[in-house]
């Protein structure tokens, strides 16, 4: 049995049922037991894989999309690019080595990663280092105060978010769906007392049991994200996988060595993630006053950027060619990954992505 299991269960015993959101914040975040604080998650060895992870030419095609964006917009003076979640800080490598090739850019780049995990951290410091480019580091997106001209970037960071659930209990009527205990101290959901403070369009016509989930989290980030970039310049591209059309149902899931686990069970042991609600994101972008841009297909957006032709001047080749598969096929990541691109009123589009 975890310690940090057992802490939950004081937890609820003391102060009664948790949200979801709680849930997910312990499991994830807890600074002694928490998933992302104990651990280096990701590649074969580990629990899951990331578009960065599979294929240096994701991080490249990246990096020239925003140095082309910077010098479409009038190359402003002192960018700073931002990585949210930058996990091994292989992205964020891959990214810099395409940008050094831009001298004018290179000389005045800062970079700025958004890392709450202190194990990440240290992976990351021990990626970057000796790249050439100040880079500091910082808990959160608000915490960091940019200034000046900010591309953000965010691979699989949303999805790593905690989410709220409701569940549909009759009449309409939403409850926020809570992590309890069950007699003999198991976890298990149950239903809140209070109701959700209004009503999902459509919910009345949902069955009993109906899941509805909401992002405030993910929301704020982006909204902040969107008030920087406006009054600021600059862009943010969000690659996640998730729905462009908002709906019901459960999305939440656990990951342990690439294959699905119970989410209520071993907190701490299991990635948890929920679908991206990319709808929310794009409201919370207006929010913040920015322009959101039309939801794009990841791998729609990569092959205009060029990623095959990428490929085959990297050598192609058998492995290439079944890593480029897996980011682009509509059957592998190519479909179910969206990119979320948002940029200033007014400002020019960047390539591969068109007004809403
Ligand atoms: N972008 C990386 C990693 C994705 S995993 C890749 O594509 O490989 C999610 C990343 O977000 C991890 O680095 C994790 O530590 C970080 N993260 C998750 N929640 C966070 C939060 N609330 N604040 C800051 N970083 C967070």
Request: charged letters at 20%; one cysteine or more.
């Amino acid at each position: 049995m975890s310690g940090l299991r057992d802490r939950i269960v004081r937890l609820i015993q003391t102060s009664g049922p948790i949200s979801v959101a709680q849930y997910m914040t312990l499991a994830l975040h807890d600074p002694k037991e928490g998933y992302y604080a104990t651990r280096d998650p990701f590649g074969a060895g580990g629990d899951f894989i990331t578009a960065p992870e599979i294929s240096q030419t994701f991080g490249e095609m990246l990096g020239w999309a925003i140095a082309e964006a910077w010098l479409d917009w009038g190359s402003p003076l002192n960018p700073t690019l931002v990585e949210l979640g930058p996990g091994r800080g292989t992205l964020m490598s891959d990214m810099l080595r395409t940008m050094k090739a831009l001298p004018r850019l290179w000389s005045q780049l800062r970079v700025a990663m958004i890392e709450n995990s202190p194990t990440l951290r240290a992976v990351q410091q021990q990626t970057l280092a000796g790249t050439g480019v100040p880079i500091r580091w910082a808990d959160s997106f608000a915490e960091a105060e940019i200034e000046g001209p900010l591309y953000v970037v965010a691979n699989e960071f949303f999805d790593a978010l905690p989410i709220r659930q409701w569940v549909h209990t009759g009449e309409g009527i939403f409850r926020e769906r809570l992590v309890g205990l069950d007699p003999d101290g198991a976890f298990r959901f149950e239903a809140s007392p209070w109701p959700l403070p209004f009503l999902p369009p459509g919910g009345e016509q949902t069955a009993v049991g109906t899941i509805y989930e909401t992002t405030d989290a993910s929301e704020l980030v982006m909204e902040d994200i969107g008030r920087a970039i406006q009054e600021q310049r600059g862009a943010a591209f969000a690659f996640d996988y998730g729905y462009d059309k908002k709906g019901f149902g459960e999305t939440l899931q656990a990951v342990r060595q690439h294959t699905y686990a119970d989410v209520l069970n071993n907190p701490g042991e299991n990635d948890l993630t929920a679908h991206v609600d990319f709808p929310a994101l794009v409201e919370a972008a207006k929010r913040g006053g920015a322009e959101p841009l039309e939801l794009m297909e990841q791998g729609e957006v990569l092959k205009m950027w060029g990623i095959e032709a990428r490929a085959e001047q990297l050598g192609g080749g058998a492995m290439m060619e079944r890593q480029i598969h897996r980011l682009i096929a509509p059957d592998q990541m190519g479909k179910l990954f969206k990119v979320l691109c948002v940029i200033p009123k007014n400002a020019s589009v960047p390539a591969g992505f068109a007004h809403r």
